[in-house]
């Protein structure tokens, strides 16, 4: 019988019972506990479905070895498949990091095979699987990334935005105005099949477009209520068109601050021109690459996950109207400020 220390069945359970390790040491770790445990060669050969010989293998590893005796070994080379020596791994590594050549965009196994074969490296599509993934390194995925410009204005923008969200300036109201752009109408072919015990909720992936709806929204900032409007077009006309609605929800000598990013029709002339013309209008841009800054974003989200991902409209005017009654719906029951924590200063790493 083996004997283990507390430390070793601590760590042999945790492996045993782990649903991400490599299954070859799940089933390691289960073959050394039920050893521990009393269990012979061969009762534990016929639980795990090995051979008794490969049982007493990893008897005898444990035994010299301990807990490394669970890691795989490295594979003997097929025959007629030389042994890549380290060069020839950089090689293959390097080949993977460069630019694909000719029409090709992505590099996938079976083609750097190729592309190594013409350059008189012979190697498998499986063996590059292999050491690519002992590297981590996926070619096929791609990271999205953003280089943002530097912006001496950035943080003192940020902090402008965030100092609204956290105190409210005296007799005044803070929106958050955006718009929603692109919102398919969209049905299924056929009926989902509903949930139950054991089984997920079933969709069809055939679905028929109806068209898009587009809408405009600003969120009272201090109280999490919305105003939303459907619009045919993102321009100037119709995005004044919406600040005069604003203007007229709001009593008179109240001051209105408005966040907003730098979409064309907050920034167009004509727009300028209407908001310099009505100074209790205070306009705050958030700072370029930074829409994360614009609490009605979160609105939008919560909009797309409670009616929008899994709804379906069976035409333009259905979408606008249930659109128009989750509003209702949500101003009444569930609005409330959402609670900044961000003071718009530089975040520090430790």
């Not at 016929?46 to 669970?70: I, S």
């Not at 030389?82 to 090689?91: A, G, N």
């Not at 196994?109 to 292999?130: F, M, N, T």
């Not at 007799?171 to 049905?187: L, Q």
Request: charged share 25%.
């Amino acid at each position: 019988m083996i004997e283990l220390t507390g430390a070793e069945r601590e760590d042999l359970e945790h492996l045993a019972d782990s649903r991400t390790a490599p299954f070859g040491q799940v089933q390691r770790a289960s073959v050394i506990l039920a050893m521990a445990d009393g269990m012979s060669n061969a009762a534990v050969s016929k639980a795990a479905g090995r051979h008794v010989d490969t049982v007493r293998t990893w008897r005898k590893r444990f035994a010299a070895e301990r807990l490394a005796a669970l890691t795989d070994r490295p594979r003997p080379a097929a025959p007629g498949c030389p042994r890549l020596s380290p060069e020839d791994k950089l090689r293959i590594i390097a080949a993977a990091t460069a630019t694909p050549p000719g029409t090709d965009t992505v590099w996938t196994h079976r083609l750097l095979a190729e592309h190594l074969g013409l350059a008189g490296l012979a190697v498998s599509a499986s063996q590059i699987g292999r050491i690519l993934d002992a590297v981590d390194l996926k070619p096929h995925l791609v990271r999205g990334w953003l280089t943002r410009p530097a912006d001496p204005e950035f943080f003192t923008k940020a902090a402008d935005v965030c100092a609204l969200y956290r105190t409210c300036p005296e007799n005044s109201v803070v929106f958050s105005v955006d718009e929603k752009t692109g919102i398919t109408a969209r049905s299924r072919k056929h009926p989902d099949q509903l949930g139950q015990p054991g089984r997920r909720t079933r969709r069809e992936f055939e679905y028929i477009r109806h068209g898009t709806v587009s809408i405009v929204a600003a969120l009272n900032v201090h109280t999490g209520q919305v105003l939303t409007e459907t619009i045919a077009r993102n321009n100037a006309d119709t995005f004044i068109g919406f600040l005069h609605t604003l203007d007229a929800t709001v009593p008179a000598g109240t001051d209105i601050h408005l966040v907003m990013d730098n979409g064309s029709s907050h920034v167009a002339k004509k727009t300028r021109a209407w908001l310099t013309a009505r100074p209790r209008f205070h306009v705050h841009h958030t700072p370029k690459h930074a829409s994360w800054l614009n609490q009605v974003e979160l609105f939008f989200s919560t909009l797309t996950r409670r009616l929008l991902r899994r709804g379906q409209f069976a035409s333009r005017d259905k979408l606008a109207e249930r659109i128009d009654d989750f509003v209702l719906a949500y101003d009444e029951h569930d609005a409330k400020p959402y609670r900044c924590t961000y003071d718009g200063s530089p975040l520090k790493t430790a």
